[in-house]
């Protein structure tokens, strides 16, 4: 089974508006953390926002904010007020504590599109 | 912040030669460091977990004597492609993750290695 699963594999939207990027996971581990990361052309990966399973709160980080569903395992991640810049792939991903929150495991990721 | 330098950037090379890749942390030690590789329009598949002064894990699938990791230092691990073949072009990307920063610390990853073998 797929640990990380990204079912959108594009998005558009329009600048300035809103735009959530869907990610459910699977784990029977009951500590992990999620993360999401963007990928520009360029191909460096730039980290975005880290939720903690434990976490009570939905974690946010000025644009970015993460729409964090325990029970339903996804972890969607909501960027406001879009901008041209923000058009990239975008990744989510899982890391256990049955792997010493070592190993990153990466969904098939979501391109973004951003239009004038 | 945390930053992980990978060398060189871009390689392009004739198939049979080795590919030597370097991946850096700049301003944290990291006994473990990850290679990826991800083909055009794919997600970022895990080849090897780096350990600092021993042998490198392998993923199911990779060929150890294709892909060697040598990890001599807390702060650099080296990934070389061994007799390179057009097959093995592809993207190479490493991260790491510092030693003293908590469970939630994110990777961080270097720029990436874009292989090209003619």
């Known amino acids: 089974a797929q640990k990380i699963t990204q079912t959108q594999p594009g998005m558009f939207v329009q600048e300035k508006e809103a735009v959530t990027l869907d990610c459910t996971y699977d784990?029977?581990?009951?500590?992990?953390?999620l993360f999401w990361y963007k990928q520009p052309s360029s191909g460096e990966m730039i980290f975005l926002i880290y939720?903690?399973?434990?976490?009570?709160q939905n974690a946010t980080e000025g644009r970015y904010s993460l729409n964090f569903q325990k029970a339903r395992k996804s972890a969607n991640l909501v960027i406001s007020a879009s901008q041209l810049g923000d058009s990239a792939m975008y990744f989510c991903?899982?890391?256990?504590?049955?792997?010493?929150?070592?190993?990153?495991?990466f969904g098939t990721g979501t391109r973004l599109l951003v239009s004038p | 912040g945390a930053v992980v330098s990978q060398h060189p950037s871009r390689v392009i090379c004739k198939s049979g030669t080795s590919v030597k890749i370097e991946c850096r942390s700049l301003?944290?030690?990291?006994?473990?460091m990850f290679w990826y590789r991800q083909f055009p329009k794919q997600s970022l598949m895990l080849m090897a977990t780096?350990?600092?002064?021993?042998?490198?894990?392998?993923e199911q699938g990779v060929e150890k004597d294709k892909f060697l990791i040598n990890h001599a230092s807390l702060t650099l691990s080296t990934l070389t492609v061994t007799s390179a073949h057009p097959e093995d072009s592809s993207f190479y990307i490493c991260?790491?993750?510092?030693?003293?920063?908590?469970?939630?610390?994110?990777?961080?990853f270097g720029d990436g290695t874009r292989l090209s073998i003619l």
């Open positions: 991260s790491a993750r510092d030693l003293a920063g908590e469970y939630s610390q994110p990777q961080h």
């Open positions: 939720q903690g399973s434990y976490d009570q």
């Open positions: 301003d944290f030690q990291a006994t473990t």
């Open positions: 784990t029977s581990d009951p500590s992990y953390g």
């Open positions: 991903a899982m890391r256990e504590r049955n792997t010493g929150f070592q190993k990153l495991v």
């Open positions: 780096s350990n600092e002064g021993s042998k490198a894990t392998y």
